[in-house]
């Protein structure tokens, strides 16, 4: 985002074009990372409490449409998607305690694989930088790491305690074999793996005491080069932590940050040019009042063309957004 000039600070979140399908609530959004590569499209994942993800391609004209309907894997809720950083594979969690993984075949997405083990609700799936892990996280307090091998086979690697409460959202360093989680019990969890133990340990616990939330961490993001993360919460706060060293607050972000939140709106925050004493400050430059009818659940911003914003909310609908300056 950075060839935006903010010195002005006339931006504009114009709608581009709401995507209607799902029939139920939209909970998250993942853009196919291998977009643009192989004449691949731009590709969007979106998942429901209608119990299917979609896929949604820009076609030559500009306009969006959905192409796949995942559906008949789950029989609950499928509350998060992540595409593998190849985007050939789709993972989907449900509140059926099951991922499936997905996969083109053809012209038709087939679900490939089914990992079970959560005891309840999985609540988030990620992929590590080099698509040899994926992470699940779930209500019953644990997070998973599935290894993959060769044939869309998935053996189980780790089962991560600590968390004493529902595990929100999981994620992966961009460049590096580090997991990050989120949880009801206001909690940030750090993981690596244990060479000697052969397993994957807790290396940080990010907590109120530590600078950290005081409610519910719900999500968590990193900055394109890993070295800065973002947290929000149920406090009504966001937190960005320097992860180049030992994690603590306060840290430059190379980009606009978007929120999305309870009272229907879209905040995008960015790094004010002032800096305070002994911290930097991050700065409202703007706030979509109204951007959906209900809840806004996830903000997503298109790694390969990122001046575009897609939001998933609990009206049913996506919406696509392009951030313009205005003259």
Not at 1 to 16: Q, W
Not at 37 to 61: E, F, H, N, V, Y
Not at 202 to 209: D, I, N, P, S
């Amino acid at each position: 985002m950075s060839e935006i000039d903010l010195v002005d600070g006339n931006l504009a979140l114009k709608e581009i074009q709401k995507l209607d399908g799902h029939t139920d609530r939209v909970w998250s959004l993942a853009w196919n990372p291998a977009a643009g590569a192989g004449g691949l499209p731009p590709t969007l994942a979106s998942c429901s409490g209608d119990k299917t993800a979609r896929i949604w391609q820009q076609g030559p004209s500009g306009s969006w449409n959905c192409t796949a309907v995942l559906e008949d894997a789950h029989n609950r809720t499928v509350r998060s998607c992540a595409w593998s950083p190849c985007g050939k594979l789709l993972a989907t969690g449900s509140f059926d305690a099951t991922t499936a993984i997905w996969q083109q075949i053809g012209g038709d997405f087939e679900c490939v694989a089914t990992l079970e083990g959560h005891e309840n609700e999985v609540k988030g799936v990620a992929w590590n930088s080099s698509g040899s892990f994926l992470a699940t996280c779930s209500r019953d307090k644990s997070v998973w790491i599935w290894e993959m091998q060769p044939g869309n086979e998935f053996d189980c690697a780790s089962v991560l305690h600590g968390h004493t409460q529902d595990v929100k959202m999981v994620q992966w360093h961009p460049h590096l074999d580090v997991l990050v989680s989120v949880s009801y019990d206001n909690s940030i969890r750090i993981w690596i793996e244990d060479g000697d133990l052969n397993g994957w340990s807790c290396v940080q616990t990010l907590g109120e005491t530590s600078s950290g939330h005081s409610s519910t961490v719900w999500a968590l993001s990193f900055s394109s080069g890993g070295d800065r993360m973002v947290t929000c919460s149920d406090d009504l706060t966001m937190k960005i932590w320097d992860t180049t060293n030992n994690p603590s607050e306060d840290g430059s972000w190379d980009g606009i940050i978007a929120t999305g939140a309870a009272d229907d709106s879209i905040c995008l925050f960015h790094e004010t040019k002032d800096s305070l004493v002994g911290g930097l400050s991050y700065s409202l430059i703007l706030k979509k009042d109204k951007a959906h009818d209900m809840d806004v659940n996830s903000v997503q911003w298109n790694p390969n063309e990122p001046k575009i914003l897609a939001s998933a909310s609990d009206d049913g609908s996506i919406k696509l957004w392009r951030l313009t300056q205005v003259p």
